[in-house]
């Protein structure tokens, strides 16, 4: 009997889970469609901004801005971007394995790597191992808006103007479906310059008010906050997509457990019967004799 009631809590307790792990699915699954309609949204903005900057940049030379200027890359600033809850598969594992990676085989390309940890799953990653993080960033992803982007740009962007390093880079998970999610790190900059064949062999230039580097004051920091709220676009898009599969599992494993367990149980229940019959019987017996 006693092995009997543990298996009848054992399901219990399984079914309390699926019951939550399907609520999770569904509430994911509902905020997966309007981060892919936010993301969808934000790409071609992006890429058409990125053919702006190329553009005018190119024309003007590297020399027209500190962010176009190349330097000797001794010191990297790397941002991480992380989601502070859990239960989405290997969305933040992944991402923080690669992280890890890629700091123990560059620790001798670069003297000083910095990080920016966006997330709570980051920070408590890199502060396990004893990683020290320049600036952590939590809550972002709950409600991303521009003005996160412009906080984090200007972060960045300060550090590198003000010579802190020498170049930045963004690790983050790259939203392809629900079902993939692809680790990617990319330069932010500085920013290269993308020279195209029909630039290289155009010797028409615009005439610009007010002027080149004007423009490229105001326009690159603009470039540098759009490219982040991309970012971070992708990684809520990919965070509910990893939950939400996950989530599709844990509830289809559920199933799996309770269809075995149920067995169990009635095996179980079937051997007290059988067990308490025996007793009736040699008792019966017993008594006759």
């Known amino acids: 009997m006693a092995n009997l009631r543990a298996i009848r809590k054992r399901v219990s307790s399984v079914k309390s889970t699926q019951q939550i792990t399907r609520a999770m699915k569904m ?26 900057v190329t553009a005018v940049a ?3 030379g590297a020399e027209a801005h500190p962010l176009l200027t190349a330097r000797e890359a001794k010191k990297l600033a790397l941002l991480v971007v992380t989601s502070d809850r859990g239960l989405c598969g290997s969305f933040n594992s992944g991402l923080t394995r690669a992280v890890y990676r890629f ?4 620790r001798g390309e670069y003297e000083e790597i910095t990080l920016f ?9 890199f502060r396990r191992r004893e990683i020290p993080i320049r600036k952590e960033y939590l809550g972002v992803l709950g409600s991303v808006s521009r003005q996160h982007a412009e906080t984090l740009a200007s972060d960045l962007v ?14 983050f998970n790259e939203f392809r479906s629900a079902i993939s999610q692809v680790v990617r790190f990319e330069k932010m900059f500085p920013i290269a310059l993308e020279s195209s064949g029909e630039t290289a062999g155009d010797e028409v230039d615009y005439l610009y008010e007010p002027s080149r580097e004007e423009i490229l004051a105001t326009l690159l920091p603009k470039y540098v906050q759009t490219m ?3 970012v971070l676009l992708e990684s809520v898009a990919g965070e509910h997509g990893a939950r939400m599969t996950a989530m599709d599992s844990a509830t289809n494993n559920s199933v799996d457990m309770i269809a075995r367990l149920t067995l169990q149980m009635n095996r179980a229940r079937q051997a007290t019967i059988t067990t308490e019959l025996t007793e009736i019987v040699s008792g019966a017996e017993a008594l006759k004799g």
């Open 27 to 52: 509430v994911s699954a509902a905020k997966l469609r309007r981060a892919q309609d936010a993301i969808n949204a934000a790409r071609p903005y992006a890429r058409k901004m990125r053919e702006v």
């Open 58 to 60: 190119g024309r003007a």
């Open 103 to 106: 700091l123990n085989e560059h």
């Open 117 to 125: 940890v966006i997330g709570r799953k980051g920070r408590d990653f």
């Open 158 to 171: 300060g550090g590198f103007l003000d010579g802190e390093f020498d170049e930045v880079q963004i690790a």
């Open 228 to 230: 982040i709220l991309r």
